[in-house]
């Protein structure tokens, strides 16, 4: 009751209270919302608490508080994105992708229909596993490189375009297929799957193809020792005459 006599007064530009603005702020039902005012971020603390408290109907409810009260839906959206990241994480990366549709959604379609993809969202938010994993992870990272001295990339990351770069420095943990690109070994000093078994077809070829032609030959050979008339029998084609 107070907070809405407040409200009410500040929106005439009055500073005291009488009967007649009291009658005309109850009569009204003047809502409970100030844009940019304490009111403004406690309900959008509000909504974004009930998220990360995982309780659906209270998310519902601040949300509908906010647009009932003026408040901007794409700034709600944004919020929602925020609490994807932030609150749901890794623990359901879809949470980011419904809450970009959302905003997609209401920008395609505006009020009142809009709303519902965004009320979606926060009902999604609200009822999705939650990990704040990569919010303290990336603050605990900036806060390292904020005290910390600027340090020199290591010799076996840095990138080594020219020959003449050291090979005891370049990287053995990557190694370049000209025919397959970017292959990422298993550990340092063995070569990759592909790039193994690639060269071990290539040697069973090359020894089959080898087989092959010794095997050709000692065909011809024996082809060669044998009389006129049994060489016609293993002629394709050809029959011994009887």
């Known amino acids: ?15 005291t209270v009488d009967e007649s603005l009291a009658k005309d702020a109850l009569a009204q039902a003047l809502k409970r919302f100030d844009k940019g005012g304490d009111q403004f971020y406690d309900q959008i603390s509000a909504l974004h608490k009930s998220v990360r408290g995982s309780v659906p109907d209270a998310a519902l409810y601040w949300l509908c508080r906010m647009l009932d009260g003026g408040a901007d839906p794409l700034y709600i959206g944004r919020r929602l994105v925020r609490m994807a ?6 623990a359901d990366p879809r949470a980011l992708r419904v809450a970009l549709d959302a905003c997609e959604t209401y920008e395609r379609l505006g009020s009142p229909e809009g709303e ?14 939650k990990s704040n994993a990569v919010y303290a992870a990336y603050s605990s990272a900036r806060a390292l490189i904020r005290d910390d ?18 090979r005891a420095c370049r990287s053995p943990a990557f190694t370049i297929l000209r025919s397959a690109g970017w292959r990422r070994r298993s550990k340092p000093g063995l070569r990759s799957c592909a790039s193994s078994m690639s060269r071990r077809g290539a040697r069973n070829s090359v020894s089959g193809s080898r087989i092959a032609a010794r095997d ?27």
């Open 149 to 166: 001295k600027s340090r020199p990339v290591p010799m076996h990351l840095r990138n080594a375009p020219r020959p003449t770069f050291p």
């Open 216 to 242: 050709c030959r000692r065909a011809r050979g024996a082809a060669a020792a044998r009389p006129v008339s049994s060489r016609a029998e293993c002629r394709p084609g050809l029959r011994r005459s009887v």
């Open 1 to 15: 009751m107070v907070e809405q006599m407040d409200v009410a007064a500040a929106a005439r530009g009055v500073q």
């Open 85 to 90: 990241v932030e609150d749901v994480g890794l």
């Open 116 to 129: 519902l993809a965004l009320a979606e969202a926060a009902l999604y938010m609200a009822i999705a596993p």
